[in-house]
């Protein structure tokens, strides 16, 4: 399995942005179609978006088009997030997931053999 540490998690004000990096170690990244998804207390964990292993597509849930960008540089084996415009509603712990199977892009949580530890996403009004 591939190791993914999350960072650039934080508190900031409805209406701003900030951006997510997951790195990863431990296997060739650009084998791994990789994903975001968050989790807020007492919900389950949601799909947030996902890029597939060139970069060349990308999966986004409703709520966050427009908003979000999901990137990737296989160089540096990062995966980020562009989060504009947040919302009370984004606050969660986000993670970043990776997929070893060749495969439609992965939208749900079982499709995905590799977590990281999660960061901490809070959105003030």
């Known amino acids: 399995q591939v190791q993914l540490v999350e960072s650039g998690g934080g508190l900031v004000q409805a209406g701003g942005s900030l951006r997510l990096s997951c790195a990863a170690s431990g296997r060739t990244f650009s084998n791994y179609a990789m994903g975001w998804f968050r989790q807020a207390p007492g919900k389950e964990r949601e799909f947030v978006a996902a890029?597939?292993?060139?970069?060349?597509?990308?999966e986004y849930v409703d709520s966050v088009k427009g908003r979000f960008t999901i990137s990737r540089d296989n160089v540096k084996s990062t995966v980020y997030l562009q989060m504009n415009r947040l919302k009370l509603e984004d606050t969660a712990v986000y993670y970043c997931a990776a997929d070893s199977v060749i495969r439609t892009l992965p939208i749900r949580v079982r499709d995905y053999d590799s977590w990281g530890q999660g960061t901490q996403v809070t959105v003030s009004s």
């Open positions: 890029i597939s292993r060139t970069g060349s597509t990308t």
